[in-house]
């Protein structure tokens, strides 16, 4: 066990030093987004979700002299009293590999994390969201007029077997009608191992497939603020089930 938890403190330790280095970058503009949602996955999906509930997610765009620098916090409300059930955190800061370009656009470092935790449906006790670091290469372009950026990584998943696995992600987002109308796509795959005992008691391992799909529409009806949509597209994500999942969610959307 010694070897993946000195890697996995290896990328934690690469992570922080991007971040201390954050203060020392060029300024640059930021792109904050708050959002009110309200998820229905009770209704698309009644036998695995007991009600629908509200939804406070931000997430922040930080460019940077030396690469971006990308954070996104989800707190779900589905506690009694409308309370936080689950707390989910992602970070992500790419870096410039020096001059390296591809068609124009510049090669970057890919670090990222991702984690959180909850409480059980209705009952007392809680859970983790297991730690998850990712070290890449990523890109980002322009397409027809469209922001798209991808990476690919190798995933650590500090679980009771912990273990390296391959992830994949690719954003898309353009705006409309004079930038009163944003229409974006990001899809992650990735794969991980998990332990199950069958009906003789022995434990075997194998490899699940995970893809998550995330779709939004907004539309500007003030200068900072929006309406819209948010669905999840997921497949073994939120339950190791096999199947295509989809959790619509309304909403809206304050920029600044």
Known sequence: MAKPTAGAARLGSIALACLAALPFAAPCRADMSIYGLYDLRHSTDPGENPRNFPVIEMKGFFPLSFGSFLFKEEIDLDGTKKNQSEVYSELDQSVKLGRATLWGSPV???????GGLGVFNGTTGGYYVQNAYSFGAEYG??????????????????????????TISFWVGKSFLGYKLLVANSLEAWTASYDSINGGGLRSSRKI????????????????????????????????????VVYPSVGVRYSF
């Not at 970057?108 to 991702?114: A, K």
């Not at 995933?155 to 391959?166: E, K, V």
């Open 108 to 114: 970057l470092l890919h670090l990222g994390y991702s």
């Open 209 to 244: 497939a995970s893809w998550e799909l995330e779709s939004e529409v907004w539309y500007k009806v003030a200068r900072n603020l929006s309406v819209g949509t948010y669905i999840r597209t997921t497949r073994n994500v939120y339950a190791l089930s096999d199947r295509w």
């Open 141 to 166: 372009f322009r397409l027809a007029g469209a922001y798209c950026d991808i990476y690919a990584a190798l995933r650590y998943t500090d679980t009771a077997r912990p273990g390296y696995d391959p």
